[in-house]
């Protein structure tokens, strides 16, 4: 044991006044109703040694309440009263850790006044107990057994015999624990200390020494182990062996995973993992102390090379139970009351919480969270280790078994049940029970295929229950069992994270400068590093790349090049360097294929050479300097020990002095190193803090001092670390999201994934739940009416009911609060889209008409997402915290959202994501119906507002189209419901050409998506007729998003678009229109037109898929493909009228066809002349599919669908030779017109050439009926 560890007797017994049921412990939740044995007393330290040590202070509350977390409590012989052992760990501010480890017995009690006092007590608890159950049929039972029927009289004389205390005819005992205090987990050596310890009081025969010299032993003369060997020590009647991995092994780690596996069993283990690894709420629960110590200690030990950095208190007091209120990641366990359901407890906030109920084999999971990598290859490779140790991988169901006998079992039989976690001697039973299990035949058929035979499973549990397996041979296998599962999972992550140092930045000059500008800094370049990783992986490592262990472990990579590195990174990096030695450059770390962990032999082997062979062999225990007749003391009882030999260690021990000075040494460094994180206490302070957002300052909730005073103070850094949260969330979804515009200005990445997008929602999702869970009244939660019991309960979508409640009940009595915009908006033709008003409650009513989500998180989240959509999410929180009084009758005073400036500061934060489009709500909710609302706004001046013939339109966005709707007649404004199409991209829109005045000149079309608001306009400019302009009956408009600005804007809107702005105006460049206009584009710019829209289709391919936007507009908008090669083909046109006829360019390509169809083609080699022939006959062909079409295009679409199909199937560059060749280009063409300059088609030939590469994929309504 290192010299280091302080042992505490702690004999925790009740003052002789401690008796009155006034002095019971209030705190810990402990009630009156309970018969006196069965309440809990307060407790206190009664002595420990040595009194302090300077750098590891003594921290007495502490100490107290884990020791006994529950309080004092009473026994009578007719109870069970067999020892027990847990651990506990203190975690302090700066992340240091202290481990106890504590055995509690009982005392028989020696004072007659208490014994006195405990049967007052028993007699007023049973008059109280006989007058209620007479007064009504509900008494308490002390949650003995359900079994009991409540209000029976037979019951009643039943509780009393079990629950009762004689002082004649009983005798009274009193718990009492003994602890020893350590910095390291050396778990199993503390237990058989403690447990030898406690047989030598309580055995016949004293023990050879006294306890002093025992104790004075481990203290003072029991050396630390030194890395890589093991070390032998005695306790009071055997040899102690303790053992330290070297420094190329994974770190100490003393708990039992197979304790962990058998609790939880593998699936849910590793879903809880992986929560943990995302830094969501973990709350483990169970009866038995030592079993939230077991499955917290081993999870967190699973995570290497990571290390949990928030709220980490595996066993929460009662007294701390406020705690669950942290609105910050947290790793907590909570004792469940012996018979009560997870049903009751009531939690502050569930929306992010993993529930785990150890007793019960149960795990709740958190909604919409990703699965780790590979989880099916990982679990069967788990799997594997676990069947050769015997350990069914579902856990061994006594763990389920025992928690539904918990339920009728009286107190006596539910202790000797719950020995302390530990499988029963009938492990094995439940093994052949298990093996009918069609998981087992499953997983015996895996083991059959890898290799690992049956046998292994059964042999080593029926030597158990010969007793053969020595208890050495248990604990070796527990090691090596330990060893080779840490193993597997440090392995994943060395494949996962093989090559994250290229991904790290290091921009700082010296540690000085990088602490100063830390927060500013992007010290991992995420986009890149995701970009590089296997499609499958994205979704988990994009949530965990931005957690705080992640950050941590980065940040500790980069402060390497200028202190010593950290213990876990330098073993990880050790780790990865082999990898590649073994892989040269590895080309399978990048890929999905799943690599098993080759180094689990060998593992094993080190720490079983280690245990067989003892390295080092400690002082023995020896007589003290005592006086004469010290150290005796009674059978069965405790002594108080003599401090005076205990308060010191040797003076003249020279292997002790050198000892000390390398532990000082040690002590130092690790001193120098918490500092030199922030180089002074005040530097650390100022940069640290800000620097890792939340970080450190909520890691760890004080557990002594629990004045009101503290508890303020700590919420309050609730609010302070909130707040910050919030500003450095905002400013990274603002920064990600603009991209370019941002890095231009100096801000780190330059794109952002429409996953990384979501990751960073989802993360905004969970920070307003956590702060609309702080300071909750828990009391509110539920809701009677509603019902809400379900899982997924969400404070902030409660908040939004309540409110919605109220808000109705006075839109009844008066007229509706919520501010409308302006009617409609004008535009100068008078025809109008209505404005959509603005109401946090009808966006309430959209989610809540969304069968697809079930749960209340689910509504909360896509209500976020809707008005993050809509640029009103500030807006409307700003509108429901308006409502004081709600919000006073929800939350407790010191809740973040009563805070008026911080939460003035929060809607601020969000107030600047408005400054950029999200689609958050339209991308994920795919398959929902939306109402939309379409406007036809034709040009009036020129034409009759409303045609005589039949209209019709057809909208289409990314997600697919409404297909052809008929315009009600007389009528430019319609509303539709359809599945949600997406971001719009096209409308056709088009006649049936009867009637008198069929002939109609449309403005645009504007489209407005009712749920999220967006508007889209459609530009036309064009006439819809025949005998008028190019003749076109239909036409194919390219959308744009109208940017939502302010109302007065709105109206400017949707005025006729200046003449460049439209998409389409491009199109009219037939000649009419361009006369008496000085808009021609010179030959440069024409050229210039052309590189810009191959160049921008192709960067559209070189974004990740997810990120591409619209291929419509790239090809048909306004500096679109087929835009830029009509200025092409309208350079050097011939003259504008032909008879008073317009001519278009569609002409030219008409006559290029007949032509091409009738003459024969000269070439210079036949392998030309064949290419030429085939690019003849498609070009032919292609024009005359498009001709016969069943569609009413015009001379201009049907150039448009000509481009476009070129463009698909990669023909463009053959075409454009053929026309510039042909006969008709003479006679149609200037001299100078580009088609008839050599150079410049070689040019265009080249630039088209560079989209051969692309699978370019057509939206349907550009190419419909078409078939070629």
Known sequence: MPSSSAVLYKWLQADLHGKSSDTADKT???????????????????????????????DQDAVNMLCMPKGLSFRTQADNRDPQLHSFIITREDGSRTYGFVLTFYEEVTSKQICTAMQTLYQMHNAEQYSSVCASSSCSMDSLASSIDEGDATSLA?????????????????????????????????????????????????????????????????????????????GVYEPIICQRPGPNELPLSDYPLREV???????????????????????????????????????????????????????????????????????????????????????????????????????????????????????????????????????????????????????????????????????????????????????????????????????????????????????????KLNVQLREVFANRFTQMFADYEAFVIQAAPDMESWLTNREQMQNFDKASFLSDQP????????????????????????????????????????????????????????????????????????????????????????????????????QGFFPKLQSDVLATGPTNNNRWASRSTTTQRRKDRLRQHSEHIGLDNDLREKYMQEARSLGKNLRQPKLSDLSPAVIAQTNWKFVEGLLKECRMKTKRMLVEKMGHEAVELGHGEANITGLEENTLIASLCDLLERIWSHGLQVKQK???????????????????????????????????????????????????????????????????????????????????????????????????????????????????????????????????????????????????????????????????????????????????????????????????ECQNLGKLTTVQ?????????????????????????????????????????????????????????????????????????????????????????????NAGQIQEGIGEAVNNIVKHFHKPEKERGSLTILLCGENGLVAALEQVFHHGFKSARIFHKNVFIWDFIEKAVAYLETSDQIGDNEEALLLQRSSCKTFCHYVNAINTAPRNIGKDGKFQILVCLGTRDHLLSQWIPLLAECPPITRMYEENALLRDRMTVNSLIRVLQTLQDFNIILEGSLIKGVDV
């Not at 400690?618 to 003391?633: R, S, T, V």
């Not at 805070?899 to 339209?922: G, P």
Request: net charge neutral; with cysteine; glycine share 4%.
């Open 28 to 58: 810990s939740g402990e009630n009156f109703d309970q018969s006196p044995l069965r309440r809990t007393f307060k407790s206190k330290v009664l002595a420990h040694y040595p009194q302090n040590i300077e750098w590891n202070p003594f």
């Open 158 to 234: 039943k509780l009393q015999r079990y629950n009762s205390y004689d002082i004649s005819r009983d005798t009274l005992y009193v718990s009492k624990c003994i602890c020893l205090i350590t910095p390291l987990p050396f778990m199993q050596a503390c237990k058989k200390f403690l447990i030898q310890l406690y047989k030598a009081v309580t055995s016949q025969q004293p023990p050879p020494l006294p306890l002093e010299s025992y104790i004075h032993n481990i203290l003072y003369e029991v050396p630390l182990p030194p890395p890589g060997r093991s070390l032998k020590f005695y």
């Open 261 to 479: 596996f058998e609790l939880l069993g593998l699936e849910n283990l590793v879903q809880v993992f992986t929560c943990v690894l995302l830094e969501m709420q973990i709350l483990l629960y169970s009866q038995d102390y030592q079993r939230l110590m077991t499955v917290a200690e081993g999870i967190t030990t699973l995570l290497f090379p990571f290390q949990w950095q928030h709220v980490y208190v595996p066993i929460l007091p009662a007294s701390l139970l406020h705690f669950l209120d942290a609105p910050v990641p947290y790793l907590m366990g909570l004792q469940s009351k012996e018979g009560t359901d997870r049903s009751k407890l009531e939690l502050p906030q569930e929306a992010n919480l993993c529930f785990v109920d150890i007793d019960n084999h149960f795990i709740e999971l958190p909604e919409e969270f990703p699965q780790f990598p590979n989880k099916l290859e990982f679990i069967q490779e788990i799997s594997e280790v676990l069947l050769q140790f015997g350990i069914p991988p579902e856990g061994n169901l006594h763990c389920s078994d025992s928690a539904t006998k918990l339920k009728n079992l009286v107190l006596s039989d539910l202790v000797n049940d719950k020995k302390n976690g530990n499988i029963p001697s009938n492990a094995l039973n439940m093994y052949e029970l298990l093996k009918g299990n069609e998981t087992i035949a499953r997983l015996q058929a895996l083991a059959k295929r890898t290799g690992v035979t049956m046998e292994k499973i059964t042999t080593p549990l029926t030597e158990k229950k010969d007793g053969k397996l020595s208890c050495e041979e248990l604990e070796l296998r527990d090691y």
């Open 535 to 634: 499609e499958p992986y994205l979704p988990f490592l994009s949530h965990f790349i931005e957690t705080q262990m992640f950050a941590t472990f980065i940040d500790n990579k980069i402060i390497s090049q200028w202190e010593e590195k950290d213990p876990f990174l330098r073993v990880f990096d050790s780790r990865i360097e082999k990898i590649k030695l073994y892989n040269v450059r590895a080309p399978a770390l990048r890929t999905s294929n799943y690599q098993k962990c080759s180094t689990l032999k060998e593992a094993a082997q080190s720490i079983e050479q280690r245990l067989m062979k003892i390295d080092h062999t400690a002082i023995h225990p020896h007589l003290l300097d005592m006086k004469i007749g010290q150290g005796k003391y009674e």
């Open 782 to 976: 539920e809701n009677p009416e509603r019902g809400q019991r379900n899982k997924g309960k969400s404070a902030l979508w409660s908040h939004l009911l309540q409110y919605q409640e109220r808000e109705e009940k006075q839109e009844h009595s008066a007229e509706s609060p919520v501010a409308v915009g302006t009617e409609r908006r004008k535009s100068d033709t008078g025809i109008t889209l209505p404005t959509l008003r603005v109401s946090l409650i009808q966006d309430m009513r959209h989610v809540q008409n969304m069968s697809e989500i079930k749960t209340d998180v689910g509504r909360a989240r896509a209500w976020i997402r809707l008005s993050l959509e809509k640029k009103l999410l500030s807006q409307h929180l700003k509108q429901l915290l308006s409502n004081q009084a709600l919000a006073k009758k929800l939350y407790k005073r010191y809740a973040f959202l009563r805070c008026e400036e911080e939460r003035e500061q929060f809607l601020y934060h969000l107030l600047s994501l408005n400054a950029v489009d999200y689609f958050c709500f339209t991308s994920v909710f795919t398959t929902i119906m939306i109402p939309y609302r379409s406007v036809i706004i034709p040009i009036k001046k020129l034409s009759n507002a409303i045609t005589t013939s039949n209209p019709w339109i057809c909208v289409s966005g990314e997600l697919g189209d409404t297909g052809v709707m008929q315009i009600p007649k007389n009528h430019l404004e319609m509303t539709f």
């Open 989 to 1081: 829109i088009g006649h049936d050409n009867s009637g008198l005045l069929a002939k109609w000149l449309v403005d645009c079309v504007m489209v407005r998506n009712e749920i999220t608001g967006h508007t889209y306009k459609f530009p036309c400019g064009r006439w819809l007729g025949k005998g008028v302009d190019d003749g076109s009956l239909e036409r194919i408009l390219i959308g744009e998003l109208v940017s939502s600005t302010s109302d007065e804007e709105l109206g400017k809107q949707c005025r006729t678009p200046p003449q460049q702005k439209s998409p389409t105006v491009a199109r009219r460049l037939s000649i009419t229109s361009l006369t008496g206009r000085n808009t021609k584009p």
